[in-house]
């Protein structure tokens, strides 16, 4: 990790992190209550919040404290919609992350490895359009972003994708609430 916390919650005007608001101080703890006592299953995280409320950020917190913590974890980012993926979350996770903790890139595959202080980890981003393109890749953890733009098969086949071998699965889910247009 680097000698300089990630501001995982953004940034204050004089430029130091922001500390962690209520809900993402318990979406953190939730996370870490179930890494230690998993009680079978795959344990989910759905939250649901306001425009710019720091859900997002909430979600890549515990995204990140993982892929920096456990080496050879595989990791899903996911949005229903590249396109609105990479101009969301994409772009909040790599303002976040430092390019120096990103070792290698493949740009084409949206596949980036990262560098913790014990080994490396890999974040996968993908759109969910068809759900078929994950094929039998398995994932210790699994960030789905705009929930309620997937349907119902598409979250049960991703909670399968949750099965990474040697890491504690999770599945965690936010966005705003659905239009009622």
Known sequence: ???EPLAVFGKSLNGTP???HPTQAMVRAW??????????GVPVCYLQHGVRAGGTRAILNVVLARAFGEPGLRV???RKDFNDLRLSVM???FDIVPDALIVSR???EHRYMLRGPDGDSTVFFRELKDIRGLGSQEFGMIS????AEIDLSAYRILKQRANQRGHKAMLLLEGNPPSEV
Request: aromatic share 4%.
């Open 91 to 93: 772009e909040t996770f």
């Open 18 to 20: 922001n500390p962690p």
């Open 31 to 40: 996370a870490a209550q179930r890494l230690q006592a998993p009680s079978g």
């Open 76 to 78: 899903l980012i996911a």
């Open 106 to 108: 493949d740009a084409q």
């Open 1 to 3: 990790m680097p000698s």
């Open 144 to 147: 789905v972003h705009e929930a």
